[in-house]
């Protein structure tokens, strides 16, 4: 029966054509919001906003935002859309500065999401907000200050010696290896006995398990592709469809890796210079050992007089959730960027050469050893590997949520309270005026007198202010010694399948080379 004509089907057309119109109105009010701020905005289109490209997994999300980033090129600020959801791309290095640090009080909160509900690990220093974040990020710094870096720094080098004896055998066969593989049993190696004392000698074990693990956290099939963008750009998908970090096969495994080990050290006293170490120290005392003694020395009674650590307890899966992430988002980067350091190298063989004169000139000076506080004063080695974290950093974008209403300064336009500004780390670091010709590698971008002629906060590779990422020296740490001491034994080359450039994955949320990197390895001759 019709109920609003005669005829069923006129109905049906009326009720259709009124759905199609109340959409076009919903979304034309949507998409007024920066117009009618003023704000310079990317031209949005329906339904999808700016995001269409991205969240049909044509562009990774770091080269969506290069490319609304050069899009507002002569702007301090840009405005795009996330489906409906206004955002705000930063442009200007001073204002970057001032959101990420001057005013970090109000923006003090990533977006990233995860649900509690589903995902057991979630409440780690990545995806934490607020208060527990602040209480948390107060006892985990100490973790990673430069002497316990030093003190670390054997676990690394043993690691770093795994890998070129795993080089000398494909160097006598003449063969050609995989060296993003190699590069991530490389970086599982580092990062499992850093972070949960135990030897996975994935170099060694093509099947071991943390390995294994890796693999499938950052192989990224069309679904956990979604599932990582939703986490970081759209938390009404999470709370949707209920996604999770970290996966249920992952969760477990980390579970019983971490608990068993910790179970072993307890009972048999055995004391490690490593990440479980000082967990277990917060988790048996709430603090670190040094960090008491030091507030003492001070006259301070600890900062849980200025924070409540009711917030956030060191215990159960809320202990296993910080070595969880320092493990997921630890060995991709250290991986990725390793490969394509040794990649880069291998196409331009006059920096190889420089490099490695370098290296052997240190190493003559201490004993022909590769020591902590060689590998640290190496110029020219972190001018190359800067120069590699220039172009694939390891996370391509920051984030922060405004926590209240915020006048741009120096303007009129306000920042709404719950709106999310980004930093588009891949765009500022391929900034022409900053770095010119930058699909170009030139590790002398990074000579003390170029550094001096561009704005600092036009290179944040590891971001910066109060939420800087903490596992900066350890990562540089591992990648240097990593390339120094292939450098210092190996010629590297390139074979007739090594691509002629770095693609980047449009599946992957952490920067990652799309394809693979197979390089030959000579063995110098002394």
């Given at each position: ?332 980067s250290n991986a990725t960027t390793t490969s394509a350091t040794l990649y880069e190298l291998a196409m331009q063989p006059h920096l190889q050469t420089r490099l ?171």
């Amino acid at each position: 029966m019709a109920l609003l004509t005669e005829s069923l089907l006129l109905d049906a057309v009326i009720f259709l054509t009124s759905c199609v119109l109340l959409f076009h109105l919903y979304f034309q009010h949507k998409f007024s919001y920066w117009k009618k701020r003023g704000v310079p905005y990317a031209e949005p289109s329906m339904l999808f906003g700016n995001f269409k490209n991205c969240f049909l997994q044509k562009e990774c999300v770091g080269q969506f935002f290069r490319r609304l980033y050069e899009q507002g090129s002569g702007h301090r600020f840009y405005g795009i859309y996330l489906f409906a959801r206004p955002a705000l791309i930063l442009r200007d290095p001073e204002l970057i500065k001032q959101i990420l640090v001057k005013d970090f009080n109000i923006f003090y909160d990533r977006q990233v999401h995860s649900s509690a509900k589903s995902d057991p690990l979630s409440n780690n220093l990545f995806t934490l907000k607020g208060t527990p974040w602040k209480y948390l990020r107060v006892k985990m710094t100490p973790i990673f200050t430069p002497l316990r870096v030093k003190n670390m720094f054997p676990f690394i080098s043993k690691c770093a010696t795994q890998l070129t004896d795993y080089l000398k055998e494909a160097s006598d066969k003449g063969e050609r290896l995989e060296m993003k593989e190699v590069a991530g049993k490389y970086a599982t190696d580092v990062i499992t006995t850093c972070a949960f004392g135990i030897e996975s000698n994935c170099l060694s074990n093509p099947n071991a398990e943390f390995r294994e693990l890796g693999k499938k956290a950052v192989e990224f099939s069309t679904y956990r592709a979604f599932e990582f963008m939703s986490i970081f750009l759209l938390p009404l998908m999470v709370k949707l469809m209920d996604l999770k970090f970290f996966s249920t096969e992952g969760t477990k495994f980390l579970r019983r890796a971490f608990w068993e080990t910790l179970k072993y050290r307890e009972e048999n006293n055995i004391v490690r210079e490593d990440v479980m170490r000082l967990l277990i120290q917060l988790k048996n005392k709430g603090h670190l050992d040094e960090e008491k003694q030091e507030n003492g020395a001070n006259g301070v009674h600890n900062n849980e007089s200025l924070l409540d650590k009711s917030t956030f307890e060191f215990n159960g899966d809320n202990l296993v959730a910080q070595a969880a992430i320092f493990f997921t988002a630890g060995f991709e980067s250290n991986a990725t960027t390793t490969s394509a350091t040794l990649y880069e190298l291998a196409m331009q063989p006059h920096l190889q050469t420089r490099l490695r004169e370098e290296v052997i000139a240190a190493m003559e000076k201490d004993n022909g050893e590769l020591t902590y506080d060689t590998i640290k004063d190496l110029e020219y080695l972190h001018m190359v590997i800067s120069e590699t974290l220039r172009r694939i950093p390891p996370l391509s974008i920051l984030d922060r949520v405004a926590s209240r209403d915020y006048v741009i300064p120096g303007t009129k336009t306000v920042i709404e309270k719950g709106t999310v500004v980004y930093v588009p780390l891949l765009g500022i670091h391929n900034d022409v005026d900053a770095f010119p010709n930058p699909d170009q590698y030139d590790p002398e971008r990074f000579s003390e007198e170029n550094k001096k002629k561009r704005h600092p906060f036009m290179y944040l590779p590891f971001g910066e202010g109060p939420k800087y990422c903490l596992g900066k020296g350890l990562g540089l740490i591992a990648i240097k010694i990593a390339v120094a001491s292939v450098i210092s034994q190996y010629e590297v080359l390139p074979c007739e399948n090594t691509p002629p450039r770095l693609d980047l994955d449009p599946k992957a949320m952490i920067l990652a080379v799309k394809g693979g990197l197979p390089l030959r390895f000579a063995k110098l001759k002394k």
